[in-house]
């Protein structure tokens, strides 16, 4: 199995979804992958395993794209890891490997500034 596998696991929203830089406020494009540390959640079980996702063009879901350890997963219960995983989404995430910065997923109503000023 390649690590680009297509996951599809999808999360529907009621409100429209961001991805903004926790100090800057800039606001990554729905184009953007975005992951999460499996150890945040799945602690030593998904120790090392990413979890890619991005959000879609019209911003009301939240899908993963692939994992880090796609053999790995085969040996799990993926589809409780992959939606476990889509609940984590509103913590931290992080968009490149050195994890020196983090962004935060929420819905519009809960993001601290207008996105009008920010798009």
């Known amino acids: 199995m390649s690590s680009t596998m297509k996951v599809n696991m999808k999360k529907k929203f009621k409100e429209k979804l961001y991805v903004y830089h926790e100090e800057t406020f800039d606001v990554l494009d729905t184009d953007?992958?975005?992951?999460?540390?499996?150890?945040?959640?799945?602690?030593?079980?998904?120790?090392?395993?990413?979890?890619?996702?991005?959000?879609?063009?019209?911003?009301?879901?939240?899908?993963?794209?692939?994992?880090?350890?796609?053999?790995?997963?085969?040996?799990?219960?993926?589809?409780?890891?992959?939606?476990?995983?889509?609940?984590?989404f509103n913590d931290y995430v992080f968009v490149d490997e050195s994890l020196s910065s983090s962004y935060i997923i929420a819905p519009e109503s809960e993001i601290p500034f207008k996105i009008s000023e920010k798009t």
């Open 32 to 88: 953007t992958l975005f992951y999460i540390d499996g150890y945040d959640f799945g602690d030593r079980l998904l120790e090392g395993v990413y979890f890619y996702a991005k959000i879609s063009d019209d911003r009301y879901s939240l899908e993963i794209v692939k994992t880090s350890a796609p053999d790995y997963m085969e040996n799990l219960n993926k589809n409780k890891w992959y939606k476990t995983a889509l609940n984590h």
